[in-house]
């Protein structure tokens, strides 16, 4: 049965929404302006124009703010692949490139904002805490590609998603962290598919990973 249609929001609901998303951009702004240890919340409130205790309505401590950001990119990211599947036309690989892709234009297009909140949500010890949600992005574009018989029955969907999860945080850390670096992310991201995709290991006549005899 078809889901039904989301009710609009009403226009408490709608300023209720209004004053929360001025406070979370606020935020992101002081953030990116001067830190995130360094931004206090009575900061924020007041580059948003409300009162402290209004702050308290809409987030219950300042490390909210960084699940609040987390979960955008976590919508982001869902709603890119979900246009992206719906294409029945596409195969493993090509699905995985637009995820790769996608994930790299978040960052890349946010780059101090990025590295500002990573930092944060690191220390807010988030990536222990949190749902990996990218390695069941991962991990659903790979099942779906071993029920097209694309990929080998064998594989274990959600081994796989989250060894692609585990590369692009660490190539996502490294990158926030050194601007100048040798690539941009996205080169970077899309080398680590097609290892993961193709592996490591030469193939050759004389066998799998197996060096030739020298002459």
């Known amino acids: 049965m078809a889901a039904e249609p989301a009710r609009p929001l009403g226009r408490r609901e709608r300023s209720k929404q209004r004053v929360r998303d001025r406070i979370y951009a606020s935020a992101l702004t002081l953030f990116a302006e001067q830190g995130y240890e360094r931004t206090t919340i009575d900061q924020i409130a007041e580059h948003a124009d409300v009162a402290r205790g209004t702050f308290f309505n809409y987030f219950q401590r300042k490390e909210d703010l960084v699940t609040a950001w987390a979960e955008a990119r976590k919508r982001r990211l869902e709603l890119c692949m979900e246009e992206s599947m719906k294409s029945g036309d596409d195969d ?49 574009i790979i099942e779906a590609g071993r029920r097209r018989g694309e990929v080998a029955s064998d594989i274990d969907p ?54 030739a005899p020298q002459a």
């Open 158 to 211: 959600m081994r796989v998603g989250n060894i692609l999860r585990d590369s692009y945080l660490g190539l996502l850390y490294r990158w926030s962290q050194n601007p100048g670096g040798r690539a941009p992310l996205h080169i970077d991201l899309r080398e680590v598919l097609r290892v993961v995709l193709t592996g490591v290991l030469s193939h050759s006549e004389h066998g799998r990973g197996t060096p």
């Open 92 to 140: 493993v690989t090509v699905h995985l490139e637009r995820c790769m892709a996608a994930l790299a234009e978040f960052n890349e297009s946010e780059r101090e904002i990025t590295a500002t909140m990573l930092q944060a949500w690191v220390k807010a010890g988030r990536p222990l805490l949190e749902e990996p949600y990218a390695g069941q992005v991962f991990a659903d």
